[in-house]
């Protein structure tokens, strides 16, 4: 971890949230809550859904960092982002939604979430180093 900027892995974390609001909310919201079989008002506790969301958004965007390296080209960092996404998320996603017999409206909506942050976790740590 020497030379990794953490204040970028902090933000890159962060991006998550954002990226997560705005996806699992006006975007895909009630098509993933469909997709998923949830009932949107009956959630778990907020405050242990979103503390864990967050501490496993810095695992990833820690762990991504230390992969990239401290001081990655930008678009050397944001192709490899949206490769993980894709090729590792995405692709692990499918694995375990076929098993699941899950839908692939649901695979579609949590593959492009990821695909995205990690593109963004590349475009934040690819900038600021």
Not at 4 to 19: D, G, H, R, T
Not at 42 to 64: E, M, N, W
Not at 94 to 112: M, P, S, V
Request: proline fraction near 4%.
């Amino acid at each position: 971890m020497d030379g990794i900027n953490l204040w970028a892995v902090m933000a890159a974390a962060l991006s998550s949230f954002l990226l997560g609001g705005i996806w699992y909310g006006p975007l895909f919201g009630k098509a993933w809550s469909t997709a998923a079989g949830m009932d949107p008002q009956k959630q778990g506790h907020p405050g242990k859904i979103f503390g864990g969301a967050f501490v496993f958004s810095l695992v990833a965007a820690t762990v991504f960092a230390w992969l990239l390296g401290p001081a990655p080209a930008l678009a050397t960092a944001v192709c490899t982002g949206a490769l993980a996404g894709i090729g590792l998320v995405a692709a692990s996603f499918g694995i375990n939604y076929l098993f699941a017999q899950r839908g692939t409206t649901l695979w579609l909506i949590d593959a492009g979430y990821h695909t995205l942050q990690f593109t963004l976790f590349g475009l934040i740590l690819g900038l600021w180093h």
